[in-house]
């Protein structure tokens, strides 16, 4: 691999504007035939969605991805979401018992829209398996697998039948699987970003590592048809988990899906847990998301998201908060 950079260190080169105003810039992106406002996901984590915020998403416009953690409530979450004309979007695992949960949708010909397979080491024969359970028994649910880090693991993924793949080895805010360890694309998952996109037939969805809203339009540049986010969106008045007071500030928590604070016990733990802060309300922040993307958008000299995909770079190496790290 030559040329190894992570979001920090690129800079996105402006293109002459064509637009009179940012409002008129386009955020949209499509995935599985389904038109969203913006190509951010929020993380399928126990501390960033439950089924309010699903349901709000839904309504507004956004993807959202369930995740899977209260697994026996997924029947009635896919019901609940279709009878609303909502679109289902849920994760599963590659236990024997998600095999027959598969099973049982099909025999109800209750099919989710999107099924996310979340594993940790998605480059294997499990998740390949699973591609191929439910493309047999839900042919019609489009399929996302990951998390891979590397061309061969996309390519095998899309091979199976997966209709998307999601990128990201221990990028996360909350992840200690690179330092537990030793493998991942932490500290340059922009630039496995761009490797695993070269090599892919279908969209990629980037995971984890984004700190800032910029971070999204680099994402795009460098492949992403969708970014996956967990600690921008933590700690909102909406976020599952309880609100803290410490020294006059509001803080909620966010925990990783290997912690031990998820798995209710400390084996093979590659998560941790933090506190971040009170941040208001999910759609001020989604709104400000949109508003950053369009001026995104202007700056590549164009009025769609796709314009984003062709602007050149420079690779800054960790300069470009000109030493101050806080943002
Ligand atoms: N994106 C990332 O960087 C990471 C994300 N996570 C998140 O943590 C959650 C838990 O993930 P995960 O542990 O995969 O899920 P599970 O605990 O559901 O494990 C799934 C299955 O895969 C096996 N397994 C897990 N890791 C490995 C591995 N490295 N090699 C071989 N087999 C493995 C498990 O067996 P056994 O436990 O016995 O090994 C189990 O049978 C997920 O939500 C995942 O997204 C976790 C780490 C990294
Ligand atoms: N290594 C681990 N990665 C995890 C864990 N729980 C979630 N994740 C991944 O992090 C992203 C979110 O990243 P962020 O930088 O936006 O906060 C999430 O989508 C997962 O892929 C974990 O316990 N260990």
Redesign the pocket.
Known sequence: MDNVFDYEDIQLIPAKCIVDSRSECDTTVTLGGHTFKLPVVP???QTIIDEKIAVYLAENGYFYIMHRFQPETRETFIRDMQSRELIASISVGVKAEEYDFILQLAEENLVPEFITIDI?HGHSNAVIAMIKHIKKHLPNSFVIA??VGTPEAVRELEHAGADAT?V???????????IKTGF?TGGWQLAALRWCAKAASKPIIA?????THGDIAKSVRFGATMV???????GHEESPGETFEKDGKLYKE??????EF?KGEKKNV???KMYVEHKGSLQDTLTEMEQDLQSSISYAGGKKLDSIRNVDYVIVKNSIFNGDKVY
Do not use: H, W
């Open positions: 993380a399928n984590m940790a990951g998390n999601k990201g080895i221990g990028p996360g805010k909350v992840c200690i699987t690179k991942g995971d984890g590592g984004i700190r996956m986010v967990g600690s921008l969106f933590a966010y925990f990783g899906s290997a912690s998820q590659e998560g941790k």
